[in-house]
């Protein structure tokens, strides 16, 4: 086993903790100047305390003794001012695990212990403590209330939260500066803008659109998030759009893999890609991206960081490639590619401004087209949703209904009813819709003819869809969207929708859950 976890190392990429909730840990001298309000100061010793100033520490002893250098402890006293000038706490155990201690001489052992000054002045407001005191007819101790304070003000707070929300008037919930921000944030030129992104956080939860699209509120950073601004999805997109545009511009076909697999001419496209890397590398977005935050500094380890794997990165995109460049099969099986195919729009944005509240808007990755035959790709860089969290359920759509069937994905429907709007329709018929994990190179299809049987019946296996049952899909997404414009346009309530809310689901992993005081969860019975 521990063979096998070890090889598993070399496989796997790991990244630091983000999370700063809690208490932060830090190596002695590292938060000496952080302008913490408490810092404790554990394992406070004679030797770990000590700050030595090692001059010429590359030399042996012999050599350092021959030269008549020593060590000074010259820094050990700042450093423990430092920490004690605010409310800084030391302690030190003298007797440890690994022996005997003896706790630094700059520091005295106080009449009596800190904590229990701080015992006494909590006793105050300690309910429980004064119970029993006066339960075991101490003197001073007084009879307790009925009902201490602390939980008539924790009655009342669900009192408040409980008005709020059953509210006499929605209205009440949004002030009218919430609701300037909100057209400020949402209107452009007289229209609300909705994008996929913007209608997968408002439904079903408002709160989340609010704090991210509205307030822009951020979670706390450390320093490693520096690396984050490389999303290496983005770049992954960005060269792989110059890949494929002077295929569009030049009104070429996509290269075709041979019988073993191989792309014509690897070496050469391996080298456009370091190419593409490079120039990813120094657009402005990404050069932005080097200055840490708000400084101008720019970070020359985190430029060093990613043009050092430029040969490493540019490996990637060939079985990327590969994958998308197999020959097209009618069968449709997970093999088919786009190889010969033409490329219609990388990177593309559309939009649909035919209704007069509100804007569609959307960037598609790829549009490939082979016979008047268009396809639909959306790159992601790992894990692909399914046609379940892409396709509404028919027998739960009511045309006439209010209440919309549940829609888990609406990238693909928009991108769909976008391109039905743009001039490229006029080329051709919509025929696939997928995505494609550019780390598994694979592709999870949506739309698409149905694999057949040797029988000419549709495989139980095979859950896409064709380009007309889909529409469906689009018909839902469409009013989902009008949803989105007029409670937007209307700015009465940002609460979330409970019924569709998941703890489980959608709380747990949000952005958002250390300050989002809506959802509560309780012991059954």
């Known amino acids: 086993p521990f063979a096998f976890f070890v090889n598993e190392l070399d496989n796997a990429v790991y990244q630091p903790q983000n999370k700063t909730a809690g208490v932060n840990i830090f190596k002695y001298k590292v938060s000496a100047t952080a302008s913490f309000k408490y810092q404790f100061v554990v394992d406070a010793n004679q030797s770990n305390l000590s700050v030595m100033n090692s001059q010429l ?7 350092r003794s021959a030269l008549k250098i020593q060590d000074e ?7 423990i001012l430092l920490y004690g000038k605010e409310k800084g706490i030391f302690s030190c155990s003298q007797s440890t695990v ?6 630094h001489s700059r520091f005295t052992t106080p009449d009596k212990d800190p904590l229990d000054i701080i015992s006494d002045e909590l006793k105050a407001y300690d309910y429980p403590v004064q119970e029993l005191s006066f339960i075991k007819g101490e003197k001073g101790s007084v009879k307790p209330k009925a009902v201490y304070e602390m939980q008539t003000n924790v009655s009342r707070g669900f009192e408040y939260y409980k008005k709020v929300n059953a509210g006499v008037s929605e209205t009440e919930n949004v002030s009218d500066a919430l609701k ?5 944030k949402t209107l452009k030129d007289g229209k609300i803008k909705v994008s ?3 209608l997968a956080q408002y439904f079903p939860c408002r709160r989340k659109w609010l704090f991210s699209n509205v307030l822009e509120l951020s979670e706390d950073s450390l320093t490693t998030e520096l690396f984050n601004v490389f999303d290496v999805g983005n770049i992954y997109h960005r060269v792989l759009e110059k890949f494929f545009t002077p295929y569009r511009e030049n009104k070429k076909p996509l290269p075709l893999v041979n019988e073993e697999g191989l792309l014509p001419d690897e070496d050469k496209i391996l080298s456009q890609i370091k190419i593409y890397l490079k120039e990813v590398y120094e657009e402005t977005g990404v050069r932005k991206a080097l200055s840490f935050n708000q400084s101008d500094t720019k970070s020359p380890l985190l430029k ?3 043009e050092s794997q430029i040969e490493k990165v540019s490996e990637f995109f060939l079985p990327v490639l590969r994958s998308l460049c197999t020959p097209y099969d009618e069968s449709h099986q997970t093999t088919s590619g786009f190889g010969n195919f033409y490329v219609s729009s990388t990177e593309g944005s559309f939009t649909d401004e035919d209704n ?9 990755d790829g549009v490939f087209c082979n ?4 396809s639909i790709i959306d790159y992601k860089t790992n894990y692909t949703k399914g046609p379940s969290d892409c396709i509404v359920n028919e027998s739960e759509y009511d045309v006439n209904s209010k209440v919309l069937p549940e829609l888990n994905d609406f990238q693909l429907p928009m991108y769909v009813h976008l391109l039905q709007k743009s001039n490229l329709m006029k080329a051709g018929d919509l025929e696939q819709v997928l995505f494609f994990s550019l780390k598994k190179a694979e592709k999870k299809y949506i739309v698409k003819e149905p694999l057949l049987t040797a029988k000419g019946t549709k495989n139980s296996r095979d859950k896409s869809v064709t380009a007309g049952e889909f529409q469906t899909t689009v018909e839902v997404f469409k009013k989902y969207a009008e949803l989105f414009a007029s409670e937007i346009k209307a700015c009465k309530t940002f609460e979330p929708d409970f019924s569709k809310v998941k703890d489980y689901e959608h709380c747990a992993g949000c952005t958002y859950n250390s300050i989002c005081r809506t959802t509560y969860t309780r012991r059954e019975n």
């Not at 402890?73 to 450093?79: L, Q």
């Not at 300037?180 to 400020?184: G, H, P, S």
């Not at 007069?356 to 598609?364: A, F, P, Q, V």
């Not at 016979?371 to 268009?374: A, C, E, Q, R, S």
């Open 57 to 63: 520490k590359f030399l042996n002893n012999e050599k």
């Open 73 to 79: 402890d010259t820094a050990t006293e700042s450093f």
């Open 98 to 103: 690994n022996g005997f201690a003896i706790p």
């Open 180 to 184: 300037e921000l909100v057209q400020e």
């Open 196 to 198: 996929a992104s913007a």
């Open 304 to 306: 060093e960081v990613m």
């Open 356 to 364: 007069s509240d509100y804007r569609l808007y959307g960037e598609i």
């Open 371 to 374: 016979d008047d035959k268009l």
